[in-house]
C-alpha cells in the first residue's frame, strides 16, 4: 500500500508544483495590477471615460495600455538600432548604473544570439584549478580572449556564474593553461545552471570527462 500511495505522489506532485506555480505568479501579478491597487485604479481611471462601470473601464484600460505597448514595440521594430542606441548611450553615462547595464546588455546579446562581438569575447570555457584533471573543473565563462600579465605570467578573466540564476557570479583570474574550450552553447551552459547540474546533457557530461589537462599556452 506504501508503494503505490508514494506512485500515486510522485504522479501528482509535478502537477501540483505546476498549479501553486501558476497560481502565485496570477496571485501576484493581481496583487500588483488589480482594481484595487495603485497600477490598477491608473487603469480604472483611463477607462472610465468609455463606461461608467469601474469593472469595465478597468478592463478597457487593460486593452488601452497593451494597445500602446504593441505599438511602441511596432516603432521600436522600425527604429530598434536608433532607440537601442539612444538608450545605450543614456544608460551608460550613468556612474556603476551604467556598468551593470552594459554587461548585462551584452549577457542579453549572447543568449539572443545577436551581437556576434559578445559571442566572440565571451564564450564557455572549462577551467581546472590546478591545471590538471585532478584539480576541480569548472564550467565558467572566458571574458576576454586578451591575457593579463601578472608579473611575467599570462592570466584570463574567467566569470563563474550562480545557480540557478547564472547573470551573477565571481571574477576570477587564472592562468592562461588552466582554460580549455567547452565547445558548448551559451543555452546549453545556461541550462546547466538554471538546473543548478541535477541534469546536464550527456554530452557536457562525457565531455568534461574526458577534457584534456590544460590548454597549450600560444
Known amino acids: 500500500m506504501r508503494r503505490v500511495f ?6 501528482l506532485l509535478p502537477l501540483a508544483v505546476t498549479a501553486f506555480v ?12 488589480g482594481p484595487g491597487t495603485v497600477v490598477g485604479r491608473f487603469l480604472t481611471s483611463l477607462g ?5 462601470s469601474s469593472l469595465a473601464a478597468y478592463l478597457i484600460g487593460i486593452l488601452m495600455v497593451v494597445a500602446l505597448i ?14 537601442q542606441d539612444a538608450l545605450d548611450r543614456v544608460m551608460r ?6 556598468t551593470v547595464y552594459d554587461l548585462s546588455r551584452r549577457f542579453v546579446s549572447m543568449v539572443d544570439r545577436k551581437d556576434a562581438d559578445g559571442l566572440k ?7 581546472f ?4 584533471r585532478d584539480g576541480a573543473a569548472v564550467l565558467a565563462l572566458l571574458t576576454s580572449h586578451e591575457p593579463v600579465m601578472v608579473g611575467e605570467a599570462r592570466y584570463l578573466g574567467v566569470l563563474v556564474p550562480t545557480a540557478p540564476v547564472p547573470i551573477g557570479g565571481g571574477l576570477i583570474y587564472v592562468p592562461e593553461d588552466w582554460v580549455s574550450d567547452a565547445e558548448i552553447g551559451m543555452d546549453q551552459l545556461m541550462s546547466i545552471y538554471v538546473s543548478m547540474g541535477v541534469t546536464p546533457p550527456k554530452a557536457i557530461t562525457a565531455q568534461a570527462s574526458r577534457a584534456p589537462s590544460a590548454a597549450s599556452a600560444p
Open 6 to 11: 508514494l506512485a500515486g505522489v510522485l504522479l
Open 22 to 33: 501558476v497560481g502565485w505568479s496570477v496571485s501576484f501579478i493581481y496583487g500588483f495590477v
Open 48 to 52: 472610465l471615460g468609455f463606461s461608467s
Open 70 to 83: 504593441y505599438l511602441l514595440g511596432l516603432i521600436a521594430i522600425v527604429l530598434q538600432e536608433r532607440l
Open 93 to 98: 553615462r550613468i556612474p556603476l548604473i551604467g
Open 121 to 127: 569575447s565571451m564564450s564557455p570555457v572549462w577551467c
Open 129 to 132: 584549478f590546478g591545471g590538471g
